[in-house]
């Protein structure tokens, strides 16, 4: 699997190009009726550079299926796993301390499927992933539990909507489909 793909350069600190990036990375998640179209973008918080990007099932077909369906959250930390050739339990070494995560929907807090959440995988990685920025809220059709944003900033992850592309990001992550209001 390459996992090393060429990303734009963007200037550190600039959220909204960061979102932007993970929406184009939206644009890539294969459709389906039954999921969402979501990107994400792993970011060091100190030097701007991106570690990672990923979208909805983009490793589905290189992976077995978790639920089925892999999340953007997930691919992007499966991508650093693999380009520093680590076990995953050792993501938490190499990552930045200042990593910011950037992604279209908020991160699952309790999956159906019975499969780790990203907020839980997100956890595990509190000393490096300090910031998180999402576009849009975890529709509660889809959620068993829908206090991921809490748990998050309980942990000491702060967290930030961007409120300013939310129209986009929705249509984006819905196909055009009309399933909830936010």
């Given at each position: 699997?390459?996992?090393?793909?060429?990303?734009?350069?963007?200037?550190?600190?600039?959220?909204?190009?960061?979102?932007?990036?993970?929406?184009?990375?939206?644009?890539?998640?294969?459709?389906?009726?039954?999921?969402?179209?979501?990107?994400?973008?792993?970011?060091?918080?100190?030097?701007?550079?991106?570690?990672?990007?990923?979208?909805?099932?983009?490793?589905?077909?290189?992976?077995?299926?978790?639920?089925?369906?892999?999340?953007?959250?997930?691919?992007?930390l499966i991508k650093v796993v693999e380009?520093?050739?680590?076990?995953?339990?050792?993501?938490?070494?190499?990552?930045?301390?200042?990593?910011?995560?950037?992604?279209?929907?908020?991160?699952?807090?309790?999956r159906l499927s019975g499969s780790r959440?990203?907020?839980?995988?997100?956890?595990?990685?509190?000393?490096?992933?300090?910031?998180?920025?999402?576009?849009?809220?975890?529709?509660?059709?889809?959620?068993?539990?829908?206090?991921?944003?809490?748990?998050?900033?309980?942990?000491g992850i702060e967290v930030r909507q961007?409120?300013?592309?939310?129209?986009?990001?929705?249509?984006?992550?819905?196909?055009?489909?009309?399933?909830?209001?936010?």
């Open positions: 699997m390459d996992s090393t793909p060429s990303h734009p350069t963007i200037t550190q600190g600039d959220h909204k190009a960061f979102m932007q990036y993970a929406l184009e990375q939206a644009c890539l998640s294969p459709p389906a009726p039954t999921k969402f179209n979501v990107g994400a973008v792993l970011v060091d918080g100190d030097t701007g550079k991106i570690l990672s990007a990923g979208y909805t099932s983009e490793l589905l077909s290189e992976l077995p299926s978790d639920g089925g369906t892999i999340h953007a959250e997930h691919c992007c380009d520093h050739n680590i076990p995953e339990q050792k993501l938490g070494d190499v990552l930045p301390k200042n990593t910011i995560l950037y992604t279209t929907m908020e991160p699952c807090n309790e959440s990203c907020v839980d995988r997100i956890l595990e990685l509190r000393d490096s992933i300090r910031v998180m920025y999402f576009g849009i809220s975890e529709p509660g059709i889809l959620v068993l539990s829908d206090d991921g944003r809490r748990r998050l900033e309980d942990a961007m409120d300013s592309m939310q129209d986009q990001i929705l249509a984006i992550t819905t196909g055009g489909r009309q399933l909830w209001h936010q």
